[in-house]
């Protein structure tokens, strides 16, 4: 079974600092990954996803995320922090079967202060 | 602007009361699914379809929940009796394939009283 683990409950960043969201996870096969972004009271929204290919992925709202197979981990990051950007941020993985419906991680709230 | 949208936003209800929520799709998606929120829990998958047929919903009380979806254009989360303990959000998703991106509704933000 795939699981996902986001080991930040909370990350804090000054604004215009470079932002990093760390996500590892753990499937039995090759990973298809994805960043969600969620606002208050809002539905999460896609951000970008990792399928196959180059492993830096460029995703919306400047936000990009690197796949590193041997660590086993999809992080999140921004060169440069907008106070805008702060949110509740989800990693997600399925199977690159396809077959496999997505499993999140249980969100880093991230809070960046001008 | 393609969008899933779900109704009602906000429910509130007494234990022991029927509760439907509802979800249409974005045109042209396959896959839908019933995700749960909640502070201690996270997203929970409940359910989910692939061209209308029920691919796995072992994630949802089965006594108590029950997860349709009666055409292409509808899906339906329907909770009876319902308890203080599925207070929660529910979020509706839907997309072109199980394991591919999934875009979410606004919610349907349950309180049970």
């Known amino acids: 079974a795939q699981s996902v683990a986001q080991p930040e409950d909370q990350v804090n960043v000054a604004e215009g600092n470079p932002l990093t969201v760390k996500c590892t996870y753990s499937?039995?096969?090759?990973?298809?990954l994805f960043w969600y972004v969620q606002y208050p009271n809002r539905g999460l929204q896609f951000l970008l996803k990792y399928i196959t290919g180059d492993n830096l992925v460029k995703g919306s709202y400047g936000f990009e995320a690197e796949f590193n197979k041997s660590q086993t981990s999809f992080h999140l990051k921004k060169p440069s922090a907008l106070v805008s950007d702060s949110a509740l941020y989800f990693c997600?993985?399925?199977?690159?079967?396809?077959?496999?419906?997505?499993?999140f991680g249980k969100g880093t709230r991230l809070s960046v202060i001008a | 602007d393609a969008r899933v949208t779900q109704t009602p936003r906000d429910k509130v209800t007494e234990m022991g009361q029927e509760v439907t929520m509802r979800c249409q799709p974005i045109?042209?998606?396959?896959?839908v699914f019933w995700y749960r929120q909640t502070m201690m829990q996270g997203l929970e998958l409940l359910a989910y379809?692939?061209?209308?047929?029920?691919?796995?919903d072992s994630g949802m009380p089965k006594d108590r929940f029950s997860a349709e979806m009666p055409d292409a254009t509808l899906a339906t989360l329907k909770i009876q009796p319902s308890e203080p303990r599925d207070s929660a959000v529910y979020f509706c998703?839907?997309?072109?394939?199980?394991?591919?991106?999934?875009?979410f509704g606004q919610g349907t933000r349950l309180t049970v009283v």
């Open positions: 045109l042209g998606h396959n896959t």
């Open positions: 379809f692939r061209n209308r047929a029920p691919l796995d």
């Open positions: 997600a993985v399925s199977l690159n079967s396809g077959n496999t419906p997505l499993v």
């Open positions: 998703a839907s997309g072109l394939g199980t394991g591919l991106e999934a875009f």
């Open positions: 499937v039995s096969g090759n990973p298809y």
